[in-house]
């Protein structure tokens, strides 16, 4: 069952919810999504859908992102391959969320799901573990991310099939171990991650 009854959505406060999605993938950015809405004005039907991005079927995720869209504020930023190498998967995150949450232009609180708050904000922030089944905000912020960068690294995998990137979009699969072992990185492989596979 969805973690989000409408019927207490005036017990869900208006904040700023951001999420990632890709962090532990082998390959392509990290992507992130802010969302700012008052549950109380969201339609029920929505509130009732959002959940953890992980839970959801595709088919559902892709039907709540342009209803997500069209009824709140959506922002998102991303931690390319080369930003991830160069500063670490965990800060290349942090960033591309300050980035988010700016974009926003809103001066309203910010919950951000794991353990980690975004330093350097003017708002105030807190990190919330669970929070996309805890904050519909997070969870419609890990919808949007979601969506997103599956959708770019299924994208990706037309010119790059080896990987099977449409059915993996870059976590570490047993075919996508496989590609690495045949071919190689590719431009989008993560060098900090990969080199510990001995590729």
């Not at 208006?14 to 992507?31: F, M, S, T, Y």
């Not at 080369?82 to 942090?94: C, F, K, S």
Request: proline share 7%; net charge positive.
């Amino acid at each position: 069952m969805p973690p989000f009854d409408p019927a207490r959505a005036a017990d869900y406060p208006a904040v700023i919810g951001c999420d990632e999605v890709g962090r532990g993938a082998l390959c392509g950015p990290v992507v992130v999504a802010a969302v700012w809405f008052d549950p109380t004005a969201l339609p029920s039907e929505i509130l009732g859908r959002l959940d953890d991005s992980k839970r959801l079927k595709p088919v559902h995720r892709e039907a709540l992102v342009p209803l997500i869209r069209a009824h709140a504020r959506v922002a998102v930023a991303a931690g390319s391959r080369a930003l991830v190498d160069r500063i670490n998967v965990r800060a290349a995150t942090l960033d591309a969320m300050a980035r988010a949450v700016a974009r926003l232009g809103l001066d309203a609180p910010v919950m951000v799901d794991g353990r980690d708050a975004i330093p350097g904000l003017d708002a105030e922030c807190r990190a919330v573990i669970g929070g996309d089944r805890l904050v519909p905000q997070i969870a419609a912020a890990s919808i949007v991310a979601k969506c997103l960068r599956d959708g770019l690294m299924r994208a990706l995998a037309r010119r790059h099939p080896d990987y099977a990137w449409d059915r993996n979009v870059g976590y570490g699969t047993a075919a996508h171990l496989d590609g690495l072992a045949r071919i190689g990185r590719s431009p989008h492989h993560r060098l900090s991650f990969t080199r510990s596979l001995g590729v």
